[in-house]
Nanobody, 126 residues
């Protein structure tokens, strides 16, 4: 199985940028679809975006399209989430997750991911 560790969260002003990392160990991330999710206080977990294992392409949630970019470094077994033009509404705990059996139409469903990191807090001040 794969273990995931997020890093890179912090406090940033609105309009600023952060880059989150999701470092994997135990198995190669190429074996998995990988998703980034976020959970604001008192709200449900929301799909931010991720990679689909079968075609290697990245996909994004509607609220972050054009501002966030997902990339990966296979040599480092790490996936990144570059967040630009941050807004106070982006404040949340950000998680990365992985699963090897997801089908394309279910990438946004957090319940279907088997492996999760511990999360990293992102706070955007106005």
């Amino acid at each position: 199985q794969v273990q995931l560790v997020e890093s890179g969260g912090g406090l940033v002003q609105a309009g600023g940028s952060l880059r989150l990392s999701c470092a994997a160990s135990g198995r190669s991330l190429r074996e998995y679809s990988v998703g980034w999710f976020r959970q604001p206080p008192g709200k449900e977990r929301e799909y931010v975006g991720g990679f689909f294992r079968n075609n290697g392409r990245e996909y994004y949630g509607d609220s972050v399209k054009g501002r966030f970019t997902i990339s990966k470094d296979n040599a480092k077994n790490t996936v990144y989430l570059q967040m630009n033009s941050l807004k106070p509404d982006d404040t949340a705990v950000y998680y990365c997750a992985a699963d090897s059996t997801l089908i394309f139409g279910r990438l946004r469903d957090a319940r279907l991911y088997d492996y999760w990191g511990q999360g990293t807090q992102v706070t955007v001040s106005s």
